[in-house]
T-cell receptor
């Protein structure tokens, strides 16, 4: 049981390049999320999805796009990377609110992205 | 904007002592959760307390919630060196735009000295 798997684990991009971060979960969770973590700022929500085929904006969505074509996968895209997007990116998944409500989020191990 | 704010930002204690971390938040919540993050790793869910609960225990963890003061505390008893990590509170609430997702504070870095 792998939980939440993120690929890649590390990446260095040049300004203006594009890339896609992949998140996969095997827990049949309805909800999936992308957060970024910057020093001293906790985690900030980028985009999230409440089910297959749905996406919604979070707190800091600018410069990112997402897709959820399959229930188990949630992709985060950077179309034109900027140095301000240097961060650690975490994917998480959860049951929908009200379903198994004692459970929290399950997080992946993160992708460390540097944009130079 | 951050919903939860932890206090203190950093805490250093000796093994065997208790560690207390506090969290304050701003709006009404459905529940509050605590997570641990070891250096360079993802967050791990520790405990969830609902808005109608006041106290919850899980092993050496004790969480309290005071909705009138919009605050929570996490107590780790008989700390161990392996408890060294950052601890985050996260609030489950519906935003003004109808978004429901966890909002995290900036965390407390706990160092347990052996």
């Amino acid at each position: 049981n792998a939980g939440v798997t993120q690929t890649p684990k590390f990446r260095v991009l040049k300004t203006g390049q594009s890339m896609t971060l992949l998140c996969a979960q095997d827990m049949n969770h309805e909800y999936m999320y992308w957060y970024r973590q910057d020093p001293g700022m906790g985690l900030r929500l980028i985009h999230y999805s409440v089910g297959e085929g749905t996406t919604a904006k979070g707190e800091v969505p600018d410069g990112y796009n997402v897709s959820r074509l399959k229930k188990q996968n949630f992709l985060l895209g950077l179309e034109s990377a900027a140095p301000s997007q240097t961060s650690v990116y975490f994917c998480a998944s959860s049951y929908s609110p009200g379903q198994k409500s004692n459970y929290g989020y399950t997080f992946g191990s993160g992708t460390r992205l540097t944009v130079v | 904007s951050q919903q939860g704010e932890e206090d203190p930002q950093a805490l250093s204690i000796q093994e065997g002592e208790n560690a207390t971390m506090n969290c304050s938040y701003k709006t009404s919540i459905n529940n509050l959760q605590w997570y641990r993050q070891n250096s360079g790793r993802g967050l791990v869910h520790l405990i969830l307390i609902r808005s109608n609960e006041r106290e919850k225990h899980s092993g050496r963890l004790r969480v309290t919630l005071d909705t009138s003061k919009k605050s929570s505390s996490l107590l780790i008893t008989a700390s161990r060196a392996a408890d060294t990590a950052s601890y985050f509170c996260a609030t489950d609430a519906i935003s003004e735009t109808g978004r429901r997702a966890l909002t995290f504070g900036s965390g407390t870095r706990l160092q347990v000295q052996p």
